[in-house]
């Protein structure tokens, strides 16, 4: 966004920018054609259509970007959501900061009595005024949905994350008995019971652990931990 300065008298025109601007070359050029507007109304008019004109694309892409965004987190795609999301709440920021003020400039040039404004072109800046309050509107309802989908994003990894401790949890309840069963008896060496007159022990120890592992098993199911 780059802000634009007039000072506009029924006879004269000064405008001041420090980066150029696309409307007011199109409007000079329009002028040294002989295209251009007739008057300082005319000018106003022009200047202030051509500029929120050239709004529209930006906030539409905007909106359109969220709405990619929304699918991605439907479909589980977390990654560099977080960044994106917060990249569009700063550009919506951004460019609410530099519509309000223009929303009220023109609402006070509407208010205002002004010699050199017709009535046709108070109506014609009205309908400006109207775009200009409607993309505020927009931008306002894009922070607020991005506010809503991080949040979204921040509960659904919550969620997994969850997930993935209760899983954890699971393995750790099995296993934890098991490990002390063959801690105590001290699988794989001498001391095993019935290791030195069974060569066939160690496997029988193997299964009687995995049948304490199906009973622990169905007392889960049974107590609805999964």
């Keep these: 966004m780059v802000s634009l300065r007039l000072w506009l008298e029924s006879n004269r025109i000064i405008t001041t920018r420090h980066r150029r601007l696309m409307a007011v070359s199109e409007i000079s050029e329009r002028i040294s054609s002989?295209?251009?507007?007739?008057?300082?109304?005319?000018?106003?008019?022009e200047v202030t259509a051509r500029l929120v004109d050239r709004m529209s694309p930006v906030i539409e892409g905007l909106d359109e970007s969220e709405d990619e965004i929304e699918d991605m987190v439907v479909t589980g795609e977390y990654e560099n959501l977080r960044s994106e999301l917060a990249k569009i709440r700063r550009e919506a920021i951004s460019l609410r900061r530099y519509l309000s003020p223009q929303r009220e400039a023109m609402s006070r040039l509407q208010s205002e009595t002004i010699e050199w404004l017709s009535a046709g072109q108070k109506?014609?800046?009205?309908?400006?005024?109207?775009?200009?309050?409607?993309?505020?509107?927009?931008?306002?309802?894009?922070?607020?949905?991005?506010?809503?989908?991080?949040?979204?994003?921040?509960?659904?990894?919550?969620?997994?994350?969850?997930?993935?401790?209760?899983?954890?949890?699971?393995?750790?309840?099995?296993?934890?008995?098991l490990g002390f069963v063959t801690g105590l008896l001290g699988i794989n060496v001498?001391?095993?019971?019935?290791a030195k007159d069974a060569p066939w022990a160690f496997w029988q120890v193997t299964g009687a652990l995995a049948v304490f592992v199906v009973i622990e098993v169905i007392i889960m199911k049974k107590l609805k931990w999964f």
Excluded: C, H, W
């Design 190 to 194: 001498d001391g095993m019971p019935g």
């Design 123 to 177: 109506a014609r800046l009205r309908e400006v005024s109207d775009r200009i309050i409607r993309y505020v509107e927009d931008l306002d309802s894009i922070r607020e949905r991005a506010a809503v989908i991080q949040d979204e994003v921040a509960n659904r990894v919550s969620e997994q994350i969850n997930n993935n401790m209760f899983i954890l949890a699971v393995v750790a309840t099995v296993l934890l008995p």
């Design 34 to 45: 002989g295209r251009g507007p007739k008057n300082t109304g005319d000018f106003l008019v």
